[in-house]
Structure formats: structure tokens, C-alpha cells
């Protein structure tokens, strides 16, 4: 039996955030193809070795990219914690989530000690507004290419959204596809809601449409795509506006208005009965990487899914997402009312296909 590891940024759980939804999900389809990896705690490490060692070893990773001192000497403290690593526990395959900051040297220390890489990064951060380079301190998105650089060791990068799958290919990165579906608790979770909301379909019809927005807040992305949103709508006429998700309290000073309910974040029964009650969802975020993980989830719930192109990516094709390029065309969906019905969306084949590589790199 090979001798797996593996490291997550993110604790799995299938009712958690958009990363440890992603996680759990992983988890699961390792646990398909019968793989047993252990973590990889290179947290609690305390890496051997001088201040001073650590920094030259730094400043040689970067003498052509103008790092801070700080950053000199955490780059060669956490090499120095990856070689402990691998020197101590001889892995014979890595796999790799926590595709950030300094984890990123991760691919650089196992690819000189010839440890295989499977990289599922939960998006590329290089592509994230507000993102800075550990390395060379520049803004997103000027740092692309020294992510890509790290992911280029790698054998295998999954990636979650079509978009990244695509770039990853054409910079030379054998790359695949893995869209994100729930884990089988999740899964469970929103087929219900499904099964109730086609209960309630011969309910009387109101006169007002509740249109929820459901999110992870802390991401700013999210944060600054939805306050955008809500100045364009906050006055519609015979619209109740329903916020719900991680950090989502944050909005409840700055709209007010009687049809607009902030709920901040809900237990799994509270977040059941919105999706339930709701008539659609309305999704817009900023330019950023990855893929959204609720709008797959929405759609599973049976709920229509309204979105702009960028919270769109990898799912347009998909029955039951409506997308629009401008705030008119929001409006003009709104208002006519006529949403698209989700179709039951089913396990993807990219999994299974993830599941048969997984089961080439490990099968003895």
C-alpha cells in the first residue's frame, strides 16, 4: 500500500462554507476509490534550523522578486518544515488542496524529492481581487504566472471550474476538470427541500416573489457583488429580499428597507424553509476564480437560479440557471416571472473519472 498524504486548508464538512463543502466532497471521493490518506500536519512543526538560515534560504527563493524581510524568512522557514516532511515520512503520493501563500512551496519541495502531486485547488488565488503574492508582493492578477509556475510540478491538477481547466491547459499544466457536487449528507439535505417545494407548487400564488440571496459573505467577492446588486433592486416593486449566509450581518445597516430581511446565518432547518419559500435565487458576484458551490446546491433544491455571467461560470449550460449580462436584464427576468425550473442534476462523470485516475496512482 503506498504511503499517501494529504493537506487541506480547509476542515471538511458538507454544511459548512464553499471550502469545507469542497473539502468534504474530496473526501468523499477519496473514500470512493478506497484511498486512505493521512494528514499532513505541517501546522504545529517547528522547523530546525537558524533565523538566519531560514532568511538566506528566502531571500535565494526571491533575489528577483523584491520580498520583504518578513517574508525572506517565512519562506525559508516553511522549505525548511516541507523538508522535514518529507525526509521523515517518505511519502509516496501527495495530495494537494491548500494551493495558498506559502503553502504553495509545498509543489516545489516534493517535486525535487520526486513525491507525485495531485493538486485540487479550491480556486486560483492569483485571480481573487485583493490577493498579494507571498513571494513578490504584487496584486492580484499580476501574480498569475508564479502560481501557475507551482502548479506546473504537479501531475495532475483538478481544477473546479471550466475557466481554470481551460487556462491551466494552454500554460502547458495537465489539467482536468472536477466540478463541485455535494457530499451524499448535503446531497440528501437538498433533495428534500426538492421534494417540498414540489409539495407546495399548487399553493395558492402570491402577489410578491421572494427572491433570495444566499452566500458566504467573508469572501470579498461575494461581499461586493451583492451590495452592487442590492442598489439595483432594493426598489423593485413586489419583491421581498431575503439575505441569508456566513457574514451576511454585515449588510444589515446598510439596506434597511422594509422589504429587504438580513438573516445572517442560519441552522441547516432555517436555511431549508428560505429555499423552500423562495420563488428564485439571485446570485451576482465580482470577476474572481473557482466556482460557486450554491448555485449547483440551489438547483439540487429545486430552486430557480438567477446569475450574472461571472457567478455563472461552469454552470450556464445548465437547466434551471438563468444569466444576465446587465442589471436591465435583471430586471426584465424579475419581472416576468416565468423562471426556468431546475431539472435533477445527478452525480457529474468528472467524478468518476477523478475516482479511476486516483485509483491508477495508488493501485500497487
Same mark, same amino acid.
Given at each position: ?13 458538507? %454544511? ?37 538560515? !531560514? ?14 524581510? #518578513? ?7 516553511? #522549505? ?13 503520493? !501527495? ?12 509543489? /516545489? ?25 507571498? %513571494? ?8 498569475? !504566472? ?11 491538477? !483538478? ?27 448535503? +446531497? ?9 417545494? /414540489? ?8 402577489? +410578491? ?16 457583488? %451583492? ?111 416565468? %423562471? ?5 442534476? #445527478? ?18
Amino acid at each position: 500500500m503506498p504511503n499517501i498524504y494529504k493537506h487541506a486548508h480547509f476542515l471538511p464538512d458538507a %454544511f459548512g462554507h464553499g471550502g469545507n463543502k469542497r473539502a468534504s466532497q474530496i473526501d468523499h471521493l477519496l473514500s470512493e476509490a478506497r484511498i486512505e490518506a493521512k494528514q499532513a500536519d505541517l501546522s504545529n512543526t517547528i522547523a530546525t534550523g537558524s533565523k538566519l538560515s !531560514f532568511y538566506l534560504s528566502g531571500l535565494q527563493q526571491t533575489k528577483t522578486l523584491r520580498a520583504g524581510n #518578513k517574508n525572506n524568512y517565512a519562506i525559508g522557514r516553511y #522549505k525548511a518544515i516541507f523538508e522535514q516532511f518529507v525526509k521523515q515520512h517518505k511519502p509516496d503520493l !501527495f495530495i494537494w488542496e491548500s494551493t495558498v501563500e506559502y503553502n504553495l512551496l509545498l509543489a /516545489e519541495v516534493l517535486y525535487k524529492h520526486h513525491v507525485p502531486v495531485v493538486a485540487l485547488p479550491h480556486n486560483l488565488e492569483s485571480l481573487v481581487a485583493g490577493n498579494k503574492s507571498v %513571494f513578490s508582493n504584487k496584486p492580484s492578477p499580476q501574480w498569475l !504566472f508564479e502560481e501557475l509556475d507551482y502548479l506546473k510540478l504537479c501531475k495532475k491538477v !483538478f481544477t473546479i471550474s471550466r475557466e481554470e481547466h481551460w487556462l491551466l491547459s494552454n500554460y502547458g499544466i495537465d489539467a482536468a476538470y472536477l466540478p463541485y457536487y455535494p457530499a451524499p449528507a448535503a +446531497e440528501d439535505f437538498l433533495k428534500q427541500i426538492r421534494q417540498k417545494r /414540489e409539495l407546495a407548487s399548487n399553493k395558492t400564488e402570491n402577489t +410578491e416573489q421572494n427572491i433570495l440571496l444566499l452566500g458566504t459573505f467573508h469572501n470579498q467577492p461575494t461581499l461586493t457583488g %451583492f451590495s452592487e446588486l442590492l442598489q439595483q433592486i432594493q426598489t423593485i416593486k413586489g419583491i421581498n429580499i431575503h439575505i441569508a449566509g456566513f457574514g451576511s450581518e454585515v449588510l444589515k445597516d446598510k439596506f434597511p428597507a422594509e422589504n429587504i430581511r438580513v438573516w445572517g446565518s442560519v441552522d441547516n432547518n432555517t436555511l431549508a424553509q428560505l429555499i423552500a419559500d423562495s420563488d428564485c435565487a439571485v446570485i451576482h458576484q465580482q470577476p474572481s476564480g473557482g466556482a460557486l458551490t450554491r448555485i449547483p446546491e440551489l438547483l439540487i433544491a429545486g430552486l430557480p437560479v438567477i446569475a450574472n455571467t461571472h457567478a455563472a461560470r461552469s454552470c450556464d449550460l445548465v437547466t434551471g440557471i438563468m444569466v444576465y449580462d446587465s442589471y436591465d436584464e435583471l430586471k426584465a427576468i424579475l419581472s416576468s416571472g416565468n %423562471f426556468t425550473q431546475p431539472s435533477v442534476l #445527478k452525480r457529474p462523470a468528472e467524478e468518476q473519472r477523478f475516482i479511476s485516475y486516483m485509483k491508477t496512482l495508488t493501485t500497487v
